[in-house]
C-alpha cells in the first residue's frame, strides 16, 4: 500500500516500448527488405546534411565550434535524466504515521492523536498470540487524504483465509472499540516459504 | 466496506504496479542520455570520443543496412523491436496480481492464491479422506483446478471433489469468482483420467 503512480509507470514503458518498437522495426526492415534499405539511407542521409547544417548556422559565435544546436541536445539529453530521476524519486511514499486524528472541539475529549505504533504493537501483540499466524505487519497509509490501516499476516498453510479474515477483523474491530473511532482498515493474507514448511498439520489422524 | 478509499486500495493491491520494471527501464535510459551527452561534450572540448564521437555515430545510423554484418544487424534490430513489445504489453496489460479478494470477510481483505489452495486443498483432502498428498489445488484468476489422487480401492469421482471444492469457494466468496474443475487421478497408472 502506497502512493505510487501508476500511471506515470506504465506511461514510461509504453512510450519507451513504442520508441525500442519504430527503431527497432524500422532498423529490421531495412537490413532484410532493399526497398526500405533505400528509404532508410535517403531519411537518414537527409537528416544527417540537415544536422550538419543546422550544427553550422547556429553556432554561437564566429570563433567557436559550439553550436545552439549542441546546447539544445544537451538541454533535452539533461531534462531525459532529470526526469528520469524525479519519476524514480517519487515512487513509493504515501506511509502515514497517524491512525487517527481528532482536532479539537472535535470529540469529548481535546486533540487526540493515535500514533501508528500504538495501533501496530496492539494488533501484533494480539497477533503474536495466535498460533495460526506466522507473521504479522501493520502499517498506516495516507489515502485520498484518509488514514488507512493495513495489517498484513501469513497464516500457517492450510489454515482457512476465512478465519484468518475474521480473527484479524475482531481485533480491529476491538483496536476501534478501544479508540472509540472508526478507522478504514484492509488486511492482506500473504502465502510465503515459510507457511509452507509451518503447515498445519492434523493433530489426529 | 462499502467506502471508496477501500475499494481503491483493493483495486491497488490486486494489481502489480509496474514499479520494477519502470525503475529499470528509466535507469537505462538516463545511462544513455548521460552517455550521449558525455560525448556531445568530449566532441565540444576537442577530446577523444570514449566509443563514438557524434559525427561517425550518426554516419553508421545512415549507412546501417549497407553494412556488413547485417545479419547482426537485424538481429540486433530485432530483439530491440521485441523488447518494445514486451514493454508495451506490460504497459497496458491488466497486470493482476495472484490475488483475490476475500468476500466473505466483513472488512476489506485480500488474500493471496496460494492461501486460498492449500485451505481448498486441505478442506478436498479431510471431506474426501484422502491422504496427505492426496489433493492438489492450483487457484487462477478465474479458475481452480482441484487434482485427487485417491489411495488404490478408494473410489472418489470427480463431481464429488466439485461439490466439495466449490463448498469451500462459495465460504471465501472469492472476486473474482472461480470455477472449479476436478480432476481423479488414479494413483496405479499416472495420468489416468476419470
Not at chain 1, 120 to 144: M, N, P
Not at chain 2, 96 to 107: E, K, N, V
Not at chain 2, 113 to 133: F, I, K, Q
Amino acid at each position: 500500500m502506497n502512493a505510487t503512480n501508476r500511471g506515470v509507470n506504465r506511461a514510461v514503458l509504453l512510450i519507451i516500448g513504442l520508441a525500442l518498437l519504430g527503431a527497432g522495426g524500422a532498423a529490421l526492415a531495412a537490413a532484410v527488405w532493399p526497398a526500405a534499405a533505400t528509404r532508410w539511407e535517403t531519411a537518414m542521409a537527409g537528416a544527417q546534411a540537415w544536422l550538419t547544417a543546422a550544427e553550422a548556422s547556429t553556432r554561437l559565435h564566429e570563433s567557436t565550434t559550439v553550436s545552439w544546436l549542441v546546447v539544445g541536445a544537451l538541454a533535452l539529453l539533461l531534462a531525459i535524466v532529470v526526469v528520469a530521476v524525479v519519476i524514480v524519486a517519487r515512487l513509493g511514499g504515501g506511509r502515514s504515521t497517524t491512525v487517527t486524528r481528532e482536532d479539537a472541539g472535535e470529540g469529548p475529549l481535546g486533540a487526540v492523536t493515535i500514533a501508528h505504533g500504538f495501533a501496530a504493537d496492539a494488533l501484533a501483540d494480539s497477533l503474536a498470540r495466535h498460533d495460526e499466524i506466522l507473521a504479522s505487519r501493520v502499517s498506516a497509509g495516507r489515502v485520498r487524504g484518509e488514514n488507512v490501516l493495513h495489517v498484513s499476516v501469513t497464516p500457517r498453510q492450510n489454515v482457512s483465509p476465512v478465519e484468518v479474515a475474521a480473527l484479524v477483523g475482531t481485533l480491529i474491530d476491538n483496536l476501534e472499540l478501544l479508540t472509540g473511532k472508526q478507522t478504514p482498515a484492509f488486511v492482506s493474507i500473504h502465502s510465503s516459504v515459510r507457511s509452507k514448511l509451518a503447515a498445519e498439520q492434523p493433530r489426529v489422524r | 466496506m462499502g467506502n471508496a478509499v477501500l475499494t481503491r486500495v483493493v483495486r491497488r493491491e490486486m494489481h502489480s504496479p509496474r514499479t520494477a520494471i519502470a525503475v529499470i527501464v528509466l535507469t537505462l535510459v538516463a545511462i544513455a542520455a548521460v552517455y550521449a551527452g558525455t560525448e556531445l561534450v568530449l566532441h565540444l572540448l576537442g577530446a577523444k570520443p570514449l566509443l563514438v564521437s557524434p559525427g561517425e555515430a550518426t554516419t553508421w545510423l545512415v549507412n546501417l543496412p549497407g553494412d556488413e554484418g547485417s545479419t547482426m544487424i537485424a538481429a540486433g534490430a530485432a530483439v530491440a523491436a521485441a523488447i518494445g513489445l514486451v514493454l508495451i504489453g506490460l504497459a497496458v496489460a491488466p497486470g493482476m496480481r495472484s490475488r483475490h479478494q476475500l468476500g466473505a470477510a466483513a472488512h476489506a481483505v485480500v488474500v493471496d492464491n496460494g492461501v486460498v489452495a492449500s485451505a481448498v486443498a486441505e478442506r478436498v483432502r479431510r471431506e474426501l479422506d484422502l491422504a496427505r498428498d492426496g489433493a492438489v489445488v492450483g487457484i487462477g484468476h478465474r479458475s481452480a483446478d482441484v487434482t485427487v489422487r485417491p489411495e488404490p480401492g478408494h473410489t472418489v469421482n470427480s463431481s464429488q471433489v466439485r461439490a466439495v471444492a466449490e463448498a469451500a469457494l462459495a465460504d471465501y466468496g472469492l472476486r473474482p469468482a472461480v470455477r472449479v474443475r476436478a480432476r481423479v487421478q488414479s494413483r496405479t497408472h499416472q495420468g489416468g483420467a476419470e
